[in-house]
């Protein structure tokens, strides 16, 4: 009974230990900057890398809280340094819901695939959570705010669909494929310490 008791304290220390860390680095990565790599005529981010590291280690409560953090920060950062698409951010439907369900289909895809290789497991899981992330907050605005952002864009509100989603795969791709990168050898690199 103790011994039980003993390894569920260990095991909600060690989660809330992961949850610190990552959120931690989401909100670092937010803050100075890094989180954002500028490509030609996009900017990807990689702030939903700790979402998809954390539920892949973690479990998906663990993956969830870090988004739910994730879009928190998002919401918090468009009320003190807005632009032209805060009003969109500012609603957590747009920026926490999407967050959170990046915990849920990383760890998911991860834990129900069927592929032997566990690199390409987690690069599978990376590009459903990567994914998740952009097409989920893009359909957030695009649902909800559709005429507010062809009228911010200056564009005809029949094309809002056509020019959201085009941000969706221009954005969309590098980021899956920058996340697959960085993920793949952090988290066999985490494996392999808590395996010692």
């Not at 937010?30 to 005529?41: M, Q, S, V």
């Amino acid at each position: 009974m103790i011994n039980n008791t003993m390894k569920l304290r260990r095991i909600k220390t060690s989660e809330l230990t992961t949850i610190g860390m990552l959120s931690a680095v989401c909100v670092v990565l937010g803050l100075t900057g890094y989180g954002f790599i500028p490509l030609p005529g996009a900017k990807a981010t990689i702030m939903h890398i700790p979402v998809i590291i954390g539920s892949i280690i973690g479990g998906p409560m663990v993956g969830m809280t870090i988004g739910f953090i994730f879009g928190i920060f998002s919401i918090m950062q468009n009320i003190t340094t807005p632009n032209i698409l805060s009003f969109a951010f500012i609603n957590p439907l747009v920026s926490v819901l999407p967050r959170v369900l990046i915990g849920l289909t990383s760890y998911y895809v991860y834990k129900l695939s069927y592929i032997k290789k566990d690199s390409v497991r987690i690069g599978l899981a990376t590009i459903v959570g990567s994914l998740t992330n952009t097409f989920g907050v893009l359909t957030m605005v695009y649902v909800l705010y559709a005429a507010k952002f062809a009228a911010s864009k200056g564009i005809d509100p029949s094309i809002a669909a056509k020019t959201i989603y085009g941000i969706a795969i221009i954005n969309g791709v590098p980021e899956a494929i920058i996340a697959t990168v960085i993920t793949i050898p952090v988290i066999i690199a985490i494996k392999k310490i808590k395996r010692r």
